[in-house]
């Protein structure tokens, strides 16, 4: 069973400038998260998709953060426009249903807002 | 605000001998706690996660007590190996909420 997969593995970007993050979870799986984890902190939930329903986007700040999950399958997380404090691995992570079981994660895009 | 605390950001042991990870929350509506592993420039991967009915579950040489009057919860590793060598992170989450709220992590080094 292949896992969740993102990309890109590595992003360099200055201030102000704008990224977007992909992530294809695990075929099946039915609800979609993003996580921040900034250096030195645990991941912390920044949105949840069920299929392509938005769940929980209490965290993302919306401002500058939008994300989509088209056909309930792949996922885009974009930052615009980026602050250095958005320096961060992003993680995406899915489910089979909604409710915590256990979450498989991607291996994260290194974010480094210079 | 953190809810889910590890207050040892790391521990070496020697291989073989056991390895204790410590978590303490704040939240008693948790009731679903979890231990993930992460390798350096890897996700974190589930390891191994308690219902708040039980007060230990045990997979191999993974061992998670679970104390709900202290808040309190840890995971034991024995034998400890090189191979675990990782950081391991506390999750805790409500029946039915839709976040999972980790801990800071713990930089476990074991020895050979």
């Known amino acids: 069973e292949a896992g969740v997969a993102q990309s890109p593995r590595y992003k360099i970007i200055e201030k102000r400038q704008s990224v977007a993050f992909w992530c294809n979870p695990i075929s099946g799986h039915a609800t979609l998260y993003w996580y921040q984890q900034i250096l030195g902190q645990g991941p912390k939930l920044l949105i949840q998709?069920?299929?392509?329903?938005?769940?929980?986007d209490s965290q993302l700040p919306k401002d500058r953060f939008s994300a989509e999950r088209l056909k309930g399958v792949d996922s885009t997380l974009k930052i615009q426009p980026a602050k250095l404090e958005d320096s961060a691995v992003y993680l995406c992570?899915?489910?089979?249903?909604?409710?915590?079981?256990?979450?498989?994660f991607g291996q994260g895009t290194r974010l480094t807002v210079v | 605000d953190q809810q889910v605390k590890q207050n040892s950001p790391s521990l070496s042991v020697q291989e073989g001998r056991i390895s204790i990870l410590n978590c303490d929350y704040t939240?008693?509506?948790?009731?679903?706690f979890l231990w993930y592993k992460k390798y350096p420039a890897e996700g974190p991967t589930f390891l191994i996660s308690?219902?708040?009915?039980?007060d230990k579950n045990e997979d191999g040489r993974f061992t998670v007590f679970l104390n709900k009057s202290a808040k309190h919860l840890s995971l034991h590793i024995v034998p400890s190996q090189p191979g675990d060598s990782a950081v391991y992170f506390c999750a805790a989450s409500e029946t039915g909420a839709n976040n999972l709220f980790f801990g800071t992590g713990t930089r476990l080094t074991v020895i050979p």
């Open positions: 998709f069920q299929n392509n329903g938005v769940v929980d």
């Open positions: 939240n008693s509506m948790f009731d679903y």
């Open positions: 992570a899915s489910s089979r249903r909604q409710g915590w079981t256990e979450a498989f």
């Open positions: 308690i219902s708040s009915i039980k």
